[in-house]
């Protein structure tokens, strides 16, 4: 099953809080840094703010979530075979 769809299955959602993302894909980060790395589009994805202000919630949309974990797949993929 392709990335995408499991992220559609599993969330439910088109966006995601970046705390969800945080807690699922980046627990290694604490929540400071993820979110100093958010504001500053610092993740490898987009960050979509719900409006301009600097307090606006802010999301992850699910099609750019698994775009970079394919990304990231692809990349492990190609140093694993370099091991080889």
Same mark, same amino acid.
């Given at each position: 099953?392709? *990335?995408?769809?499991?992220?559609e299955?599993q969330?439910? /959602?088109?966006?995601?809080p970046?705390? &969800? &993302?945080?807690?699922? $894909? $980046?627990?290694?980060?604490?929540?400071?840094? $993820?979110?100093?790395?958010?504001?500053?589009?610092?993740?490898?994805?987009?960050?979509?703010?719900?409006?301009?202000?600097?307090?606006? /919630?802010?999301?992850?949309?699910?099609? @750019?979530? /698994? *775009?970079?974990? @394919?990304?990231?797949? *692809? &990349? /492990? &993929?190609?140093?694993?075979?370099?091991? *080889?």
């Amino acid at each position: 099953m392709p *990335t995408l769809e499991r992220l559609e299955s599993q969330f439910n /959602a088109p966006l995601l809080p970046i705390e &969800v &993302v945080r807690a699922n $894909f $980046f627990p290694h980060l604490s929540e400071d840094t $993820f979110n100093r790395r958010a504001r500053a589009n610092d993740l490898g994805f987009p960050i979509i703010r719900t409006d301009r202000s600097q307090k606006a /919630a802010m999301f992850v949309h699910i099609e @750019d979530l /698994a *775009t970079y974990l @394919d990304a990231r797949r *692809t &990349v /492990a &993929v190609r140093e694993h075979a370099n091991l *080889t």
